[in-house]
């Protein structure tokens, strides 16, 4: 499948996952929490949520007290994350996360949770790549997704379950080895957690790439 092909096939995705995607992400609600707690950022930073969906992970650093833009390429699910917006500190725009329309070294944070899963390698790459582009240098990369138990059963129920109902690009993501694709785009691990019994895995990373001098 080219990549116009997984444009079309995502956007096609969350059209009708929109209206009840929230349903779905109350099971990991207590994520998203853990996920700012995790980042460990100062108050008021700047944070990117790429692929922020209905917004959720975006929220949960709002209310922290950060400066938060959240981008996805599903006008549909922006359109529920717009609705349901409390926060001052809190905005969202349509863009394509390869392509991500702001200057580089902006960010302090970005973060980028449940969606690597469903991008195909050369996206998922590009994208990571665009993460270490507008975040400043030693600024903090944030990797959220799915992850697999550490016994042999749990990983094989888990990743059955998963599968049934998440894209095609889910089994690729799985098997890879994240970690070597993290290094070659400069993001140097410096923490990571498993939780919920080993099901999601928070990555944080380092924005090692040393900035252009003016």
């Given at each position: 499948?080219?990549?116009?092909d997984y444009y079309s096939y995502i956007r096609k995705f969350f059209k009708r996952w929109a209206p009840v995607y929230d349903i779905t992400d ?95 390698l050369t996206i998922r790459a590009k994208v990571l790549k665009e993460m270490v582009r507008v975040t400043r240098s030693r600024g903090k990369v ?73």
């Amino acid at each position: 499948m080219g990549e116009e092909d997984y444009y079309s096939y995502i956007r096609k995705f969350f059209k009708r996952w929109a209206p009840v995607y929230d349903i779905t992400d109350v099971f990991i609600s207590g994520v998203r929490d853990k996920v700012v707690e995790f980042t460990n950022a100062r108050k008021g930073s700047k944070i990117l949520d790429v692929c922020a969906g209905t917004g959720k992970q975006t929220f949960a650093f709002a209310k922290r007290g950060h400066e938060v833009v959240g981008i996805d390429l599903s006008e549909a699910m922006l359109r529920v994350a717009r609705q349901k917006n409390e926060y001052e500190n809190a905005r969202f725009a349509a863009a394509d996360a390869t392509k991500v329309p702001i200057e580089d070294n902006h960010f302090d944070v970005s973060c980028v949770s449940f969606a690597l899963h469903d991008m195909p390698l050369t996206i998922r790459a590009k994208v990571l790549k665009e993460m270490v582009r507008v975040t400043r240098s030693r600024g903090k990369v944030l990797i959220v997704d799915y992850g697999l138990p550490d016994n042999k059963l749990g990983r094989y129920l888990i990743y059955q379950v998963v599968r049934s109902y998440e894209t095609k690009y889910y089994a690729e993501f799985i098997k890879s080895e994240l970690e070597d694709l993290l290094k070659g785009l400069h993001i140097e691990i410096n923490g990571q957690a498993k939780i919920m019994l080993g099901t999601v895995r928070i990555l944080r990373g380092i924005n090692s790439k040393r900035s252009p001098k003016v």
